[in-house]
């Protein structure tokens, strides 16, 4: 009965993109909805990981490998989109997010070990990019890193606890513009765009060590857990906060708008993201490798090193955008670790609740944030901090996305909408992909 139902209503994968903008504009799209209205998790997912950890992988392999990378770009990208919109369906086809549907079919100790490690990385990765944000208006403005830390931690928080759900989603989209400081970077700097395309389209590859790395280092960046978690959640959020809406496990007659919804915004945040993703490492390219200048650590270091050779004003931009994109990605890093462990343990979850009436939920956000601020307080190295968040993302991600995978392909999860032969590819591909690239990043450890 499920498959039927699926052969009555076929769901393309991905026609153009004029076609699926132009669905929105006819009688299946929701009433009073804008185009920007219907961009929500797939946009803020993606600007999200172009977080400051993000631009400091991106700017170390612009400065260390200059244009040789950036085929890798492209290549991600397909990959990205499509576990993304995976994990999407998840939320939008159920009603909860990803470690809702684990708790309910799988294990327990399947469901506590991946939400551990994903709290703790997520934690980890957000002390370092608040890090690199304090470090940032210091090197604007001067002053104290330390107090920028505390005050930026402290905004970050309490817009995403206090702020009404609606606004808060409408803040998160609209921060997502600080991104286009890296499509200022890059336009005012000297590119060899035939170069650049040669490279993007036509990629070489070297089997040395720190090649190899590089690339694992950005799959790793692209493709990583807690994206999974954050968009499964907010698709699942969204249709809880909207009238009328419901699972499409219960609302089959929802599901043609909602997944050409959801494939439209997943697949053009996705793409944003690794657009200013290569941006952010054309921009070093064209700067730091040009000039020598291969050994970045850390997005605050790129900034500073871009100050003599590119000039004041990309040094600034680029600094500023370090502090906008942590804004986004700092909340979105707490909200998934609270997402995922309020549904492992059961409890009242959701930024469209109360801060009394979930509690729990809002404390591991306040929580998470604390600890961040913390972690730059007795001065632990972002170096290693990112690393160990790395080797904790790694060891996750193989197992969730195996996980994922057989959940999108079970009719008891999904009914009749497990993923169409295409996707299914698609992320069984990314699956490997990842597992190949984790497998690496253990054998050079």
Avoid at 73 to 85: D, G, N, T, V
Avoid at 166 to 193: H, M, N, Q
Wanted: glycine share 8%; aromatic share 12%.
């Amino acid at each position: 009965m499920m498959r039927n139902w699926t052969a009555r209503h076929p769901i393309k994968l991905a026609p153009p993109l004029a076609r699926r903008i132009a669905r929105y504009w006819t009688s299946d799209r929701p009433p009073g909805r804008g185009f920007f209205a219907l961009l929500g998790p797939g946009l803020i997912t993606g600007a999200s990981d172009d977080d400051p950890s993000g631009i400091a992988t991106y700017s170390q392999v612009g400065a260390q490998f200059g244009y040789g990378m950036a085929w890798v770009m492209l290549f991600s990208y397909p990959l990205m989109a499509a576990f993304q919109e995976i994990s999407a369906r998840i939320g939008r086809v159920t009603g909860h997010g990803i470690a809702g549907n684990i708790r309910s079919y799988y294990p327990g100790w399947l469901l506590r070990v991946i939400v551990g490690l994903l709290v703790i990385a997520n934690i980890i990765n957000l002390g370092a990019d608040l890090g690199a944000m304090g470090d940032a208006v210091y090197l604007i403005v001067g002053g104290i890193p330390h107090l920028y830390v505390l005050l930026l931690a402290s905004v970050c928080a309490a817009l995403e606890i206090f702020s009404r759900y609606e606004r808060y989603v409408a803040i998160l989209k609209w921060g997502t513009l600080s991104l286009f400081a890296y499509v200022a970077t890059v336009l005012v700097v000297k590119v060899p765009w035939g170069q650049v395309a040669y490279n993007t389209f036509l990629p070489s590859f070297s089997w040395q060590k720190d090649y190899i790395v590089a690339i694992m280092a950005v799959l790793g960046t692209t493709i990583s857990p807690y994206l999974f978690f954050w968009q499964a959640s907010e698709e699942a959020e969204d249709e809880r906060t909207m009238p009328g809406a419901e699972p499409l496990t219960a609302a089959p007659s929802q599901a043609r708008a909602e997944i050409h919804r959801m494939r439209l915004d997943t697949y053009l945040g996705m793409g944003f993201s690794n657009l200013i993703g290569l941006f952010i490492l054309i921009t070093t390219a064209a700067t730091l490798n040009a000039h020598g200048v291969t050994d970045i650590q850390t997005s605050s270091q790129a900034a500073e090193a871009l100050r003599p050779i590119a000039g004041r004003f990309v040094f600034a931009v680029f600094a500023a955008g370090i502090v906008g994109t942590g804004m986004l990605a700092v909340p979105v890093l707490a909200g998934s670790a609270a997402y995922a462990l309020g549904e492992a343990l059961d409890w009242p979850i959701g930024l469209a609740r109360l801060p009394l009436d979930a509690k729990a939920f809002y404390g591991t956000i306040a929580t998470a944030t604390l600890i961040g601020i913390f972690i730059n307080l007795i001065r632990i190295d972002p170096i290693k901090a990112l690393f160990w968040s790395a080797v904790l993302n790694g060891v996750a991600a193989a197992p969730l996305m195996i996980v994922i995978m057989i959940m999108a392909m079970q009719p008891k999860v999904m009914g009749a909408f497990i993923l169409p032969r295409t996707l299914w590819l698609l992320g069984w591909l990314s699956t490997a992909v990842m597992t190949i690239a984790i497998a690496i990043m253990f054998w050079t450890w």
